[in-house]
Structures are given as C-alpha cells and as structure tokens.
C-alpha cells in the first residue's frame, strides 16, 4: 500500500512553510498554473517562519504525530527551496532512523 506522501519544507524568499502533502512530484513539474496552485493550496494558510531549524522543528513534530498514530510517511521529511514558483534545488531528504533523534537528539544541552 502506498501512503505517497512527505512533509515538505518549502523554503521561499520570504522563508519557511511546513506541511504533510500528497503526490509531491507535482513540485517537479515545469512551472504552470497548476503547479502554483498546488503549492498555494498546500502551504498558503500555513504558518510562514524565518528560521530554518524551526521549519525542521515543526516537520520533526507533524512526522512524530503521524507515526505515533500508526500512519506511515512514505517519503520522509523533504526541504524544496524555491524561488517564487521556479524550483531551483532538488529535494534534500532526512532519513526516517536519524530524522527525530537528529531535531531532538541529546546533543543539543541548550533548554530553549
């Protein structure tokens, strides 16, 4: 069975947008009206936040969510920079067995 879906971070000039999406490789798509709508309809009502490692933070907290519930996240945890629409990096992929201890392993001692 296949869950196809990821928690996307998408980076954007204005910063950061965090959401579990469906079919992600319609970001792969040339740039379209299609593809703007789907990133409007996926990301626009979500929180914008400047700081990358608390984009991290907040995928690493919808991820544990949905396999503390039994779910499954079939393409992990993904960042897609883009420039508005234009993609212009590929996906970077965290791997699903260091992916939570990484964002909140024991390395940091920092309470914050």
């Given at each position: 069975m296949s869950a196809d879906n990821?928690?996307?971070?998408?980076?954007t000039n204005d910063?950061?947008?965090?959401?579990?999406?469906?079919?992600a490789e319609n970001l792969s798509e040339p740039d379209?009206?299609?593809?703007?709508?789907y990133i409007s309809a996926n990301f626009a009502e979500k929180p914008l936040l400047s700081c990358e490692q608390d984009a991290w933070k907040q995928a690493a907290a919808i991820y544990t969510t949905i396999r503390a519930s039994g779910g499954y996240v079939e393409y992990g945890v993904q960042l897609v920079k883009l420039d508005g629409n234009k993609e212009v990096?590929?996906?970077?992929?965290?791997?699903?067995?260091d992916f939570c201890s990484e964002i909140y392993g024991d390395?940091?001692?920092d309470d914050d």
């Amino acid at each position: 069975m296949s869950a196809d879906n990821t928690v996307m971070i998408l980076e954007t000039n204005d910063g950061f947008r965090v959401a579990e999406i469906q079919a992600a490789e319609n970001l792969s798509e040339p740039d379209s009206e299609f593809k703007r709508e789907y990133i409007s309809a996926n990301f626009a009502e979500k929180p914008l936040l400047s700081c990358e490692q608390d984009a991290w933070k907040q995928a690493a907290a919808i991820y544990t969510t949905i396999r503390a519930s039994g779910g499954y996240v079939e393409y992990g945890v993904q960042l897609v920079k883009l420039d508005g629409n234009k993609e212009v990096a590929t996906p970077s992929w965290a791997e699903e067995d260091d992916f939570c201890s990484e964002i909140y392993g024991d390395k940091d001692d920092d309470d914050d």
